[in-house]
């Protein structure tokens, strides 16, 4: 996230994914945070050393981007990019925890790079995951999903408003910053000073923009409630999609498919 | 930066969230109380100012690094510790859906950590009381300081008590909170140091914005208080926390940590792993063989003689290589799938 207007085009082009129409997109989206909530919360419970079994859990992001249509290079590269944070810190695991686990003949493997590894895979899974939701459902219904799952309106009506201005803010601070750049070209300008006046100037017009907003409101008859879309129904597919998918989470969860599937095809084999 | 989920534990993570939504919903039922339906588009445009804020840099001079606004504190001063909070809440749920910073489990803690702990204990608690009505300027620039460097280390403490409690990471509590606290000391100092310049800079420019946050509610600061209290006491029951990070500083301190404890270590492990891997690979065909030459190829530590120990630890090994590029190709083949049947049932569209 280092330039404003990057981050803008990467909200801006993840927002328009929402837009698809496929049934998945469709899918009321209640059912989808939902399910989500149960393949991150699976994959999370997990010991620290566990790394096979985590492999089968890639289907569900996997199948929805598959299903859903969704560009996947796109959306692997945005989990590579957040990747590093989380290798940041599971990188100490091997210095720390060096107790042997695994032995592969002649090789151990210290249980640092196993946790390491599960790490990472953890990563890959929950910001995969996340992301999908969100290129599949997008905001605004995500916030509909959440408040009637028992949001508080108040939140929801805050999110739904950031939501709106996020973007108009967003260039504007982008333009401002982008200004203060080609004007400081080498350090000088740069500074605390400037940064300040920069941030003071770009609040008072986000407050002068408030004001104006709020009376543009009123003149269009603002109660303080937005006029909520009519919601979709749970209906039975909701309900089957959500039930298949904590199904299969926990039936992973409790038996590791990817030891089993190796072991029938070990014991085949010999 | 904010907490990640594959550091977190479940409990944890449910624990955090628990906190956060009871702050959310106690915020929001105040704002609700409040009435006022400025706030509301007010709130929602500060959210996006602090979403641009947070991503325009200045630089520190003599260090080479670069600093920005977090924001929680400042809000706090501008709008009153509930909006404050809820602004800084939603802000977080962007980055949450968006960016993945976090993710969806560690949203819960990056909202205590980022947002309540600015807005709805260090401001009612510290600065506000602290503060007076008509602060003199040495006064404000103390209080200001005081109060942001306690938001950050606050927040450090809690990322450091978090991470030791899900125990996901093998960090030491010691080590990590030596090299966690001190950075977050001088990313206090930087925050405290531009919150202060722009409140300085509305107060000249238009003075009556400051009015709204200062204007006292003993009611909710008690009642803030009240539900601090429980949420400590609930965390002291057994529960820790994971906050949320500065990236630049969690970073940073990482980068310490290997760099100076073992840096050769690190070199030489890689290869080690990536060895492992190709000979798992290269063995799997002739599984049992290798199962008879393991008591050979162990290097005979004296404790560790027991043939079966190898034999079996290998044969999973295998079995769970297998399991898992087999488990790879049904995925992949199931994607496949799903795209192809997809694209049948439905005919693309311009």
Request: a positive charge.
């Amino acid at each position: 996230m280092a330039s404003v207007h990057g981050a803008l085009l990467d909200l801006k082009r993840l927002d328009r994914l929402a837009g698809g129409d496929t049934p998945l997109h469709r899918l009321d989206p209640r059912a989808k945070v939902l399910a989500t909530l149960v393949f991150i919360v699976c994959v999370v419970s997990f010991g620290r050393y566990e790394l096979s079994a985590l492999i089968p859990f890639f289907i569900f992001p996997v199948s929805l981007v598959a299903a859903g249509r969704l560009p996947a290079g796109y959306l692997a590269a945005k989990v590579a990019l957040v990747a590093p944070f989380a290798i940041a810190v599971g990188i100490c695991n091997p210095f720390f925890d060096r107790g042997i686990l695994v032995h592969l003949g002649a090789l151990d493997i210290t249980g640092g790079w196993v946790s390491f590894a599960s790490i990472v895979l953890r990563t890959a899974l929950t910001v995969g995951a996340a992301l999908t939701l969100t290129a599949l459902t997008g905001f605004a219904s995500i916030c509909r999903a959440l408040v009637r799952l028992g949001m508080p309106k108040a939140f929801a009506m805050q999110l739904l408003f950031l939501y709106r201005y996020l973007f108009v803010l967003a260039e504007e601070g982008g333009r401002a910053s982008r200004a203060r750049e080609l004007r400081s070209f080498g350090r000088k300008g740069s500074g605390l000073a400037s940064y300040a006046s920069l941030l003071g100037h770009l609040l008072l017009r986000t407050w002068q923009r408030a004001e104006r907003m709020h009376m543009a409101m009123l003149a269009r008859g603002f109660t303080g409630d937005f006029p909520s879309a009519q919601g979709g129904r749970f209906g039975a597919r909701e309900v089957v999609f959500v039930l298949f998918w904590s199904a299969l989470f926990i039936t992973l969860r409790l038996y590791n498919g990817a030891e089993l599937l190796g072991t029938l095809v070990t014991v085949y084999l010999s | 930066m904010h907490m990640a989920d594959a550091l977190l534990s479940p409990t944890v993570g449910a624990t955090m969230w628990a906190v956060s939504a009871g702050g959310v919903a106690l915020g929001s039922a105040r704002l609700r109380r409040e009435h006022d339906d400025r706030l509301a588009p007010l709130m929602g445009v500060l959210g996006g100012f602090l979403f641009a804020a947070q991503m325009i840099n200045f630089s520190i001079p003599g260090t080479g690094s670069s600093g920005h606004l977090t924001g929680g504190l400042l809000l706090a001063i501008l709008l009153g510790p509930s909006a404050a909070f809820l602004t800084v809440a939603s802000v977080l749920m962007v980055q949450a859906f968006f960016f993945a910073d976090g993710g969806l489990l560690a949203l819960g803690c990056n909202i205590f950590n980022l947002g309540m702990i600015p807005a709805l204990l260090v401001y009612p608690l510290c600065y506000r009381r602290l503060i007076g009505p008509e602060p003199g300027r040495r006064r404000e620039v103390v209080v200001t300081m005081l109060a942001a460097l306690l938001a950050m280390q606050l927040g450090a403490l809690c990322v450091v008590l978090e991470t030791t409690a899900s125990g996901v990471s093998a960090l030491p509590l010691d080590k990590f909170l030596l090299l966690m606290q001190p950075i977050h000391l001088a990313i206090g100092l930087v925050e405290g140091a531009v919150t202060l310049a722009v409140v300085s800079f509305l107060r000249k420019a238009r003075p009556e914005l400051l009015a709204r946050g200062s204007a006292p509610s003993a009611a909710s600061g008690r009642l803030v208080l009240a539900g601090f209290l429980v949420c400590a006491l609930f965390v002291a029951g057994g529960l820790s926390r994971f906050a949320s990070v500065k990236p630049d500083g969690l970073e940073w301190s990482v980068a310490r940590v290997s760099g100076e404890a073992s840096l050769p270590e690190h070199r030489s492990g890689l290869p080690v792993l990536l060895g492992a891997l190709q000979r798992r690979t290269a063995w799997f065909p002739d599984y049992r063989s290798v199962s008879a030459a393991a008591p050979v190829l162990t290097p005979a530590p004296a404790s560790a003689g027991p043939q079966p120990l190898p034999v079996s630890g290998k044969g999973s090994g295998a079995a769970g290589v297998a399991g898992t590029a087999l488990t790879v190709l049904l995925v992949a083949g199931a994607a496949l799938l799903l795209r192809r049947g997809n694209r049948g049932a439905l005919p693309p569209r311009a």
